[in-house]
């Protein structure tokens, strides 16, 4: 997961929450070998990340930058909840954010793309996240259809950059999480989700790109 023996962390969190979520971000900060987790000492030091990758295609600035994406999405999975940042593995890659890990419910998996859509320079979050056998959907099937449908309808639409969308579909009740470049863009994805047959509902946490982020 994140380097910490979850067992133990989520023991601690059951009998002390507050001194559990002060342990976990102090094993964060010190597993990026930080002084305090800031954009600034992010960049200084993750030193040996940077040069261990710095032959990559991303190059040095590629890299701390990647590394300052994962370290504020940490903290807000953390900020959010410890379980929800200890179920939750993540990888950056270039500003594309790969989640994947078990986590208990539909309503966790959202939480975590919500925040994962947070720091700026996300390009994409790409969300493999796998539900408890407690937390599976009453009708999976249907709802892996809809989101299929509609990442169908996003990519035939040139005026869409599906890239930026992240879609998640509940017992029928559409989420759209991510960031669109104008209101039209924003309207249209909007709207092709209410096409689709079965939903029942839409619920868009769209964000303009222009604008400040949530939580920022």
């Not at 990758?53 to 190059?59: S, W, Y």
């Not at 939480?111 to 947070?118: E, F, G, P, S």
Request: aromatic share 4%.
């Amino acid at each position: 997961m994140h380097g910490v023996p979850s067992l133990k962390v989520k023991a601690l969190i059951g009998k002390n929450p507050g001194f559990a979520v002060a342990v976990v971000l102090a094993l964060i900060c010190g597993a990026l070998a930080l002084a305090a987790c800031s954009p600034t000492t992010v960049a200084v030091g993750a030193g040996a990340t940077v040069g261990a990758t710095a032959v990559q295609d991303r190059g040095v600035d590629g890299a701390a930058s990647d590394t300052w994406i994962r370290a504020e999405i940490n903290q807000r999975l953390l900020a959010h909840s410890g379980s929800l940042f200890l179920d939750v593995n993540l990888q950056v890659q270039n500003g594309r954010v790969l989640l994947s890990g078990t986590v208990p419910n539909p309503e966790a998996r959202i939480a975590a793309v919500r925040i994962a859509w947070l720091p700026d320079s996300v390009r994409e979050v790409i969300n493999e996240m796998e539900l408890s056998e407690d937390g599976a959907f009453s009708d999976y099937a249907r709802d892996r259809w809809i989101v299929t449908r509609l990442r169908a309808k996003l990519l035939g639409d040139k005026a869409v950059n599906s890239l930026n969308i992240s879609i998640e579909s509940v017992n029928q009740s559409v989420y759209l999480i991510g960031v669109a470049h104008s209101e039209d863009e924003l309207t249209r994805v909007v709207g092709h989700a209410k096409d689709v047959p079965y939903v029942r509902r839409v619920v868009s946490y769209l964000t303009l790109k222009a604008r400040s982020r949530e939580g920022s």
